[in-house]
Nanobody, 123 residues
Framework: QVQLVESGGGLVQAGGSLRVSCAASGRTRSSYTMGWFRQAPGKEREFVAAISWRGGSTYYADSVKGRFTISRDNAKTTVYLQMNSLKPEDTAVYYC????????????????WGQGAQVTVSS
């Protein structure tokens, strides 16, 4: 099992940028696919982005494609989500997650989760 801790959330105006980070500890030698999900008030948790173990493959939800970038630094066991051109509808708690499955967007495949980081975008 791997433990995940998010950081970097906050309040930003529409059109601005923010980066959230996810630090992994524990069994970090395993080859984990990492993902970001988000949950807005009153809505279900949804997929945002995922990155393969070596970082060569990424996948994004259509709603963030072209605005968000997922990356990872395996030496630092950290995953990042750079969010640009933020919109009020991006407001949510952002969760980092890990899975031993090959690149997947299925929330049920992710077995390890962080506590979440609040991102609020004002209009």
């Amino acid at each position: 099992q791997v433990q995940l801790v998010e950081s970097g959330g906050g309040l930003v105006q529409a059109g601005g940028s923010l980066r959230v980070s996810c630090a992994a500890s524990g069994r970090t030698r395993s080859s984990y696919t990492m993902g970001w999900f988000r949950q807005a008030p009153g809505k279900e948790r949804e997929f945002v982005a995922a990155i393969s173990w070596r970082g060569g493959s990424t996948y994004y939800a259509d709603s963030v494609k072209g605005r968000f970038t997922i990356s990872r630094d395996n030496a630092k066991t950290t995953v990042y989500l750079q969010m640009n051109s933020l919109k009020p509808e991006d407001t949510a708690v952002y969760y980092c997650a890990a899975t031993v499955r090959v690149l997947t967007t299925n929330i049920g495949d992710f077995g390890s989760w962080g506590q979440g980081a609040q991102v609020t975008v004002s209009s």
